[in-house]
């Protein structure tokens, strides 16, 4: 099949930027080796430009992507004999965990922001310093004139906080 009509390059190029970085990790996690996963990706790359035309846009773009990731993979790994550390069934099952945990990204990302949503003003700022504008530690300290371990407490508290309310989000979001 040739590459996507001009009508749908956009989407694909959209939809491609959106999800490669996660497609190149899930292909790292199946081949170990560096050089090889690049060269999986460039082959799956090629594969998806040319086989856009028969993705089916209700569905989930990354699934699709993984699954010919997944089979590039299986090339590679038939044509190269230090790709065969593990067996074709337990990349299988290694392939097919992969996908089922990242079904629940989106959801457990809007778990988060809703936790993030209810933090008090002193988490939600520590939060904000660490992870948004990406402070270390011994700098928030110092701004905040508290011991380095103290700020490494907080943050551990306020990890627990997060993981909790992630869990009860999750769990009312699954039995509604």
């Known amino acids: 099949m040739d590459a996507p009509q001009p009508a749908r390059q956009d989407e694909f190029l959209r939809l491609f930027s959106q999800h490669s970085r996660r497609v190149f990790e899930f292909i790292s996690t199946l081949v170990f080796n560096s050089s090889d996963a690049d060269e999986v990706f460039q082959n799956t ?5 040319r086989k856009f035309a028969n993705y089916d846009s209700e569905g989930s773009f990354y699934a699709w992507a993984c699954k010919i990731a997944y089979l590039e993979v299986l090339h590679l790994r038939r044509s190269s004999k230090r790709l065969q550390v593990l067996s074709e069934e337990v ?10 945990r990242s079904a629940q990204i989106p959801g457990r990302q809007g778990a988060l922001q809703e936790c993030l949503e209810k933090l008090e003003g002193d988490d939600r700022e ?16 110092a701004r905040h004139a508290a011991s380095v371990h103290s700020i490494y407490r907080s943050l551990a508290r306020v990890h ?3 993981r909790e309310c992630v869990g009860r989000v999750m769990a009312r979001e699954n039995v509604s």
Not at 91 to 100: G, H, I, N, P, V
Request: with cysteine; aromatic share 8%.
């Open 45 to 49: 790359c090629v594969v998806l430009w």
């Open 160 to 162: 627990t906080t997060l």
């Open 91 to 100: 990349l299988t099952l290694l392939a097919d965990d992969l996908l089922s």
């Open 126 to 141: 520590l939060v904000q310093q660490r992870y948004y504008l990406q402070r270390r530690p011994k700098e928030i300290a």
